[in-house]
Structure formats: structure tokens, C-alpha cells
């Protein structure tokens, strides 16, 4: 997305505050597949640059780190420690693969809104981060079944020493939030801050391209450096928003992970 | 897990559970009491039934939430 792309939709005439529609791509190229679109393609682009990356810095590891080997152990160690270790203790280097994957697929995807050219952060789509979300969904439940028994991982969720009508009341809470609601909220979480962040960043660039660029006037120079200078400011901390929701999804990720091997205490 | 064996990282990671847990207990509270208080409200034409389900929900949830994690502090 661009600025003369929501121009093209704004009609010319006046400032009119981009939308969802920023949000719509078209195929391609004219007679491709509907569902070729650029999201589509950076998202394989993503996953690349994720592939590529890793093999560079973890195929021949060196006992004393080098080049790409330096930034890539700075990542594992990261993720390791501040976001598997909390969680999963003994059994972190077991899930550190998924994690890592998970982490830093997320974290390029999210960067893409930033990148010249590309400018669309993947995971504004909810398709993305749901269908990531979905497959921790499927671990969990799949790794508690298998650790904690086909029917004692349902009854482990239900808090001890109440009493009985009580869990009548609140049983049905604990089975929507943990089965239905909580991959729904992980998923959305990191949908809606990435949907909102690209939103703001449309709307304040596309003020001071209106009218610094498209429509100068007196009056409107000061609002067009305003936009210009709030651009600026929102994409450094759009930055920040997309490494702590990167950070965040694994986070959770590790969280169901460690629920689905251990019950709850 | 008994109280003797706990060990402190136990508590905190208790804490990342119970805090990012709580959005979507809030949110089951209100679908289930609050939808069963607007199924009623329909059923009987009693508007007020509704708030007062999503209340008893969120009121539900918080409950929950301290059953299942803060009851090892208090």
C-alpha cells in the first residue's frame, strides 16, 4: 500500500481517511488466481527469508560464532530464555524448533509493514495469525490428551475444593475460555494490533502526502508536517509493537504448550 | 502441586497465565451468562435480564480466575 494507491480511492476530490479497503488486494496479475495477492506473496516471502536465514546462521555452527551464526544465537538465546524457559522449564529445548519458527515468522511478517516497497504487515490479515494459532490449538490439546489422559486433561482444568453448584456456574466459563475463546484471542490479539498499527500508519502518511503533495495550501501546510512528523513517530514505535506482538504470540504459544504437558496446579 | 514443593518461578509463571488468561474468561463469562440472560430477556420481553447476565459473567469470570490462580498467594 501506498500513497497513491488510497489516493486512487479516496476519488481525488477531498481528504477522505483511508479504510478497510486499504486491507483488499487484487490478484497479481490480471487473470491470475483470486487468492494470489501480495499478502499472499510476502507471506512465502517471509517464511523464505525465515528459512534462509536460519540455515545460514544454524547448518555449520562454528564452537566460536561468527557473522550471521552471531545474530542467529542472539535470537535463540533470546527466545530461550525470555520467552520458552519461563514456561516449559526442563522440556524448553524440546519445543525451541516450533518456537523459533514460530517467533521469528511472526516478527518478519509483522517488519513487512515497515519495508519500502512491501509496506503491508502479513499478519493484519486474520487468516494468518489464526491459522498459527489453530495449530498451537491442535498441540495443546493433542499434548494434553497424550500426557494427561484422554479425560483426565478435561477434568484437570476444573479447580478443586468447591462447592458442587458452584461448578455448575463456572465449569462451562473454564471449557469455552480454554477450548474456543483462548486460541480466538490469541490469534486476534496479534490480527488487531498489527490491523490498527497499519491503519494509523496509512492515515497519517496519506495526511502529509494530501497536503504537502496533492493539495498544498496555506492552511493546510501546518496539518501536512504534522502528519509528516506523527508518521515518523508512529512508525518507530510501530517497530516496538511489532517485536512485542512477535514476542507476545510465542509467549502464549509456550503458555498452551506448557498447558497441554502439565496440568494446572 | 502442594504448597511444599513450590518453588518461585512457580508463582510468577502463575502470574503470566492468570494475566493473559483473563481476557478470555471475561469474554466466555459474558457469551455464556449473558447470552443465557438475553435468551431469557427474549423469552420473557424482560430487556434488563441481559446486562444482568453479562454482569453475573464477568462477576463469574473474576471468581474463576481467583479460584484457579490466586488462591496459592492469598
Known amino acids: 500500500m501506498n500513497a497513491q494507491t488510497v489516493l486512487a480511492s479516496t476519488g481525488g476530490g477531498e481528504f477522505q481517511a483511508p479504510g478497510p479497503e486499504i486491507f483488499e488486494f487484487p490478484p497479481l496479475f490480471a487473470g491470475g488466481p483470486e487468492w494470489l495477492t501480495k499478502p499472499v506473496l510476502f507471506a512465502v ?18 564452537l566460536v560464532p561468527r557473522g550471521v551464526q552471531n545474530i542467529g544465537e542472539i535470537g535463540y538465546v533470546f527466545v530461550r530464555d525470555q520467552i ?8 524448553t529445548e524440546q519445543w525451541m524448533p516450533l518456537l523459533m519458527s514460530v517467533f ?4 518478519v511478517w509483522n517488519i513487512f509493514a515497515v519495508i519500502p516497497v512491501i509496506q503491508f504487515p502479513i499478519t493484519s490479515h486474520i487468516a494468518f495469525p489464526a491459522v498459527l494459532a489453530i495449530f498451537i490449538y491442535f498441540i495443546k ?16 482444568l476444573i479447580p478443586q475444593g468447591l462447592p458442587k453448584p458452584v ?8 471449557y469455552l475460555s480454554t477450548f474456543i475463546l483462548a486460541p480466538f484471542t490469541h490469534a486476534v490479539r496479534l490480527f488487531a494490533n498489527m490491523f490498527a498499527g497499519h491503519m494509523i500508519l496509512a492515515f497519517f502518511s496519506l495526511v502529509g502526502f494530501w497536503f504537502l503533495i496533492e493539495k498544498p495550501t496555506a492552511l493546510g501546510f501546518g496539518v501536512g508536517i504534522i502528519g509528516v512528523i506523527v508518521t515518523i513517530v508512529m512508525t518507530a514505535f510501530e517497530l516496538l509493537i511489532q517485536f ?4 507476545l504470540f510465542t509467549m502464549l504459544a509456550a503458555m498452551y504448550i506448557q498447558s497441554g504437558l502439565h496440568a494446572d496446579h | 502441586m502442594s504448597e511444599q514443593k513450590r518453588r518461585p518461578e ?3 509463571q502463575e502470574f503470566a497465565d492468570a494475566a493473559w488468561s483473563v481476557p478470555s474468561y471475561l469474554l466466555s463469562g459474558m457469551a455464556i451468562w449473558g447470552g443465557l440472560g438475553w435468551l431469557l430477556a427474549k ?3 424482560q430487556a434488563w435480564i441481559t446486562p444482568i447476565g453479562l454482569v453475573i459473567g464477568v462477576v463469574l469470570a473474576i471468581y474463576l480466575v481467583y479460584v484457579k490462580y490466586g488462591r496459592h498467594s492469598a
Not at chain 1, 520458552?84 to 522440556?91: D, E, I, T, V
Not at chain 1, 521469528?104 to 516478527?107: A, D, H, I, R, T
Request: contains cysteine.
Open chain 1, 45 to 62: 516471502v517471509g517464511a523464505l527469508v525465515v528459512c534462509v536465514f536460519c540455515w545460514s546462521a544454524f547448518a555449520k555452527p562454528k
Open chain 1, 84 to 91: 520458552a524457559r519461563p514456561f516449559l522449564g526442563k522440556n
Open chain 1, 104 to 107: 521469528l515468522l511472526v516478527w
Open chain 1, 141 to 156: 490439546v493433542y499434548l494434553g490428551m497424550k500426557h494427561q489422559g484422554p479425560v483426565k486433561y478435561f477434568t484437570n
Open chain 1, 167 to 174: 461448578y455448575f456456574l463456572l465449569v462451562p466459563i473454564e
Open chain 1, 244 to 247: 512485542l506482538q512477535a514476542f
Open chain 2, 10 to 12: 512457580d508463582g510468577q
Open chain 2, 43 to 45: 423469552w420473557t420481553g
